[in-house]
């Protein structure tokens, strides 16, 4: 069983930075797809940003394009989200999940999911 959490996420003012952190626990953790999805009040859940488990290319929706960059170090475990030119659309909460599916947008292909952590850009 795999096991996710999410941590770094808080209050910062437009044009600022964060970064997020997805640390997980269980066997293989090496071998799945880790992405980043958000939630915005009223809003649903939409894909942020992937990367294959080896690396590769990644993929990101177009509104955080050039924006954010996702990574992650096997050795530890953590996917990592780093974001700048944060804007107020970025308010959300934001999960991370874990697939063995392959590089997939679609929420219904991940199998395990992180309790999410708030991010909230004051503009």
């Known amino acids: 069983q795999l096991q996710l959490l999410e941590s770094g996420g808080g209050l910062v003012q437009a044009g600022g930075s964060l970064r997020l952190s997805c640390a997980g626990s269980?066997?293989?953790?090496?071998?799945?797809?880790v992405t980043w999805f958000r939630q915005a009040p009223g809003k649903e859940r939409e894909f942020v940003a992937s990367?294959?488990?080896?690396?590769?290319?990644?993929l990101y929706a177009d509104s955080v394009k050039g924006r954010f960059t996702i990574s992650r170090d096997n050795g530890v475990n953590t996917v990592y989200l780093q974001m700048a030119s944060l804007e107020a659309e970025d308010t959300a909460v934001y999960y991370c999940?874990?697939?063995?599916?392959?590089?997939?947008?679609?929420?219904?292909?991940?199998?395990?999911w992180g309790r999410g952590t708030q991010v909230t850009v004051s503009s």
């Open positions: 269980g066997p293989s953790f090496a071998s799945y797809i």
């Open positions: 999940a874990a697939t063995r599916r392959g590089l997939t947008t679609s929420q219904n292909d991940y199998e395990y």
């Open positions: 990367r294959n488990w080896w690396g590769g290319s990644p």
